[in-house]
């Protein structure tokens, strides 16, 4: 169902279909095509923007991005350790759509913290490019955050009395981009995502699809290399959740990001460059 959203190496169609292109604005409306040339017009490639090229052109896609080596994690719980994960090995490569599936309660979401830096393991080692997440303190996971990792979640969150246009520049304010950059950056985002003629609107006046495709805007703003999304699907029916794999595709090629995610739909899975199926607190076929 979902087979014109294949990876690009499998040769693929590459309309994009689904996706919301920018249109000729209606009488009174303001035209977006005209906000994101201005936008563009107004600088030139900027520091950020440079420094970002140079480094992804020079990008090795042999070196992974992350390495996860006999991981494990448990909880204490009632007097007793609940084991959740227990030896977890995976290698995520750049540029790459990576799926994690398992039951309800096997793991994804844990081992998605412990990647992210959000959590330590009790055993084991996670490196996130240079940066050994397992010997780090929570002050210096939350720096490399900030900087370099993207989260999505199944429910958006979004600030609801933000427009999208200030939901995505509010990330790059937190990040610490040049106040000079956001203009350009937000409006590119946006667009990436196929919202250009919706930025003004808060979340409340956005379809789930589009409230989703706008948490996608927020969390690559500061152009991170690796974006997480725990079931940034689950809430979206079939049609808004294909649209958002299709710009998960899109951010792979044109902002140079790995893309780690678990979702339990199987046509979703398709589109993936690799599926890790979580079993008893392990993956059954790495
Ligand atoms: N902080 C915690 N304290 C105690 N137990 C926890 C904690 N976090 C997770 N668990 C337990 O770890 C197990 C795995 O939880 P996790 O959220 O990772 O599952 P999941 O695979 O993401 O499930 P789902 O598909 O339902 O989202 C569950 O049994 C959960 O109760
Ligand atoms: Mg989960």
Redesign the pocket.
Known sequence: MLGWLRPKNKSLPADGSGEEQPRAAADGEPDARLIHTEAIAESSPSSFERSFAEAEDSADLTIPLLTVTGVERS???GGQQ?H?LKGINMSLYPRKLIMLK??????????LNLIGGLDQPNKGEIVFKEHPFHLCSDDQRTQIRRKEIGFIFQSFALMPLLSAWENVELALRMADVPRSEWKQRAAHCLELVGLSRRMHHRPFELSGGEQQRVAIAKAIAHRPSLLLA??PTAELDSQMGAQVMSVFRDIIETEKVTICM?T?DPTIMEVADHVFE?VDGKFINT
């Open positions: 909880f204490p719980v609940l959740v398992g039951r309800s309660g096997s793991g994804k979401t844990t081992l725990d079931e678990t339990h979580m």
